[in-house]
């Protein structure tokens, strides 16, 4: 019979085998012509090395798709609001006030909006509290949130599919039709590619010609890397960790813990009250400070170093620098020298960089 | 081997069951049949309201929960797991055609079945591309339309389950625009660069008494289990609503989590 010729066993087996490998749901982008420009970024020469996104590497065009709908209204659910419109460029990507209310709701929301540079070595978790994987996930929260953006995603998906040049550039960088996923990663590139790093200080750290600090700049350096830099770490001068740096004493529950920080994330008692250390790049034009901009000015904060700190079990323990008491002791001189040296810390090449302003 | 497949006969008579080939995939299912208590799933039915067993009369708007991670496994101790990237269902009560898991497995006989509730931790750290369909994280709506993924804190809802009672409070702690309304997203994978809350639940179905499921390609073996929605109030740590009206990613999640297992029942295989 038939059946028993070897002959016809494999072929058989082979069909078997093809049609159950082809039935794959996984898409795999496979090589297209032309394929995106991959890129290697200009990392400064004193910052760790950059590991880019094994699911989502950086391409010139995804970057560039990145940068349109971040500036694009169209992304808010009452296609008003842009990301660009609580992260201005000229102020570190943020946006000056300590909660704002100009999200689709009219509520004020209770947190602050964070700056936005050097994201690429931020791997420890977005928001002030970490709840964001990465970049790839972050922008979700912003996107559906009924008092930020309140945009429904099908709908968005929708809306861009609508507009010629999105679906060219959406096919380009991604090959195929418009999803929020992809957006998600088209402004997660954008952002990844946002780097500050070419600040006075930076210049001075490199040993360019030149480049020189003043006496007083040097001095409130030495100052911030004996009283800050423990938290404030490295050259990216935030250590990506969380800590609670006393500005409470008690923490409250409401609003599902979102006055706890890290432990509405973590549910681990010595989270609570721990917020992302911030980086002092660009401090001196990133006002207001703290997770929920409390304080107006860096006076505030250095006063409440050197006398306002608050104990709680979870202060953290860095902050006994006063002969094993709460506080870091720092004289009225020491606070003008630390002033003089975070203005050193100001990045104009990076503020005013046309690679990250609102596309014409 | 293959042979012995091909001339298998067309008939539904018991033929052999057939040798456990993991390439010979047949189809599959597992239907989700959601009940409460004793009564079918109906929506505000207001009327004829389901009461707990705490003596809370309450009316079900939304109930839908990931399932993933299909395994069955044969008397003599064979297993097969469902490839993963087809192994991942959002079962929305609202719509019935979601209740069935559809899924390809090797012919054989089957007497045990095991699967997730909710999302595995390893997949729920995936890129955005290796989520996809239901895992997409804009699938379901938006976070007030059935949406299930936080976007404040990267990770899925298991379980949705939402409706309304009279002894929901109108103030902060119940339901302050006073639809008296009660919500419980359970979810927690574990955690990424920390641990923390973990509620996924594996689930161990033994299909011995109800009926084992014998796959063959020549047909859809369909597992029926029923769930049951009252379990969710009436389980191991049974609780009020007045007391606990709204629980999303909190410490409490995880004794609602630990009812949500005692929610499946076999009920019937047709074969």
Known sequence: ?360 | MLTAVLITSCSKEDAPTPEFVETNLAPFSVEFDNIVGERTLAFNNSTTPYVNAAGEPFTVSMLQYFISNIKVATADGKEYAVKQDSSYFLIKSADKATRFAKVKVPEGDYTRLTFTLGVDSLRSTMGVDKRTGVLDPAAGGDHDTGGMYWGWNSGYIFFRFEGNSNVVSDDVNGDPTGKKQFKYHIGGFGGYSAPTINNIKVITIDLTTAGIAKVRKDRQSNVHLFVDAMKVFNGTNSFKIAEHPNVMFSDYSVNIAKNLAQMFKHDHTEN
């Open chain 1, 1 to 360: 019979m038939r059946e028993n010729d070897p002959r016809f066993y494999f072929p058989a087996l082979m069909l078997l085998l093809f049609l159950f490998s082809s039935c794959k749901k996984d898409e795999v982008i496979t090589e297209r012509s032309p394929a995106p420009t991959p890129v290697k970024l200009e990392v400064p020469g004193n910052f760790p090395p950059f590991t880019d996104d094994v699911d989502n590497p950086l391409t010139r065009e995804g970057i560039e798709l990145g940068r349109i709908l971040f500036y694009d209204a169209r992304l808010s659910g009452n296609n008003k609001i842009s990301c660009a419109s609580c992260h201005r460029q000229d102020i570190g990507f943020s946006d000056g006030v300590a909660l704002t209310a100009i999200g689709v709701s009219g509520k004020h929301l209770e947190r602050h909006t964070p700056i936005l540079f050097n994201l690429a070595w931020a791997k420890n978790g977005l928001f002030w509290d970490g709840g964001s994987t990465n970049l790839e996930s972050q922008a979700l929260g912003p996107l559906t949130s009924a008092d930020e953006m309140n945009q429904n995603l099908t709908e968005l998906e929708a809306e861009l599919k609508a507009i010629p040049d999105y679906v060219k550039r959406f096919n380009f960088v991604f090959g195929r039709e418009i999803r929020t996923a992809d957006v998600i990663r088209a402004l997660a590139q954008f952002q990844r590619a946002l780097i500050s790093g070419g600040s006075r200080y930076d210049h001075y750290k490199r040993g360019e010609t030149g480049a020189t600090l003043s006496d007083l700049e040097l001095q409130g350096l030495s100052l911030v890397n004996a009283k800050c830099r423990s938290c404030h770490t490295g050259e990216l001068f935030t250590d990506d960790d969380f800590h609670n740096n006393g500005i409470d004493s008690s923490y409250p529950d409401d609003l599902e813990g979102l006055f706890q920080g890290r432990f509405r994330i973590s549910f681990n008692p010595a989270d609570m009250g721990k917020f992302k250390t911030p980086s002092l790049r660009n401090v001196l034009i990133t006002a207001p400070y703290m997770h929920d901009g409390r304080f107006k000015t860096i006076d505030e904060v250095l006063d409440h170093y050197s006398v306002g700190l608050k104990s709680s079990p979870t202060v953290d323990m860095l902050l006994y620098q006063n002969g094993g008491k709460l506080g870091i002791p720092i004289t009225a001189s020491e606070k003008e020298a630390i002033k003089v040296f975070l203005a050193t810390l100001t990045d104009q090449n990076f503020l005013y960089d046309g690679k990250f302003a609102r596309p014409n």
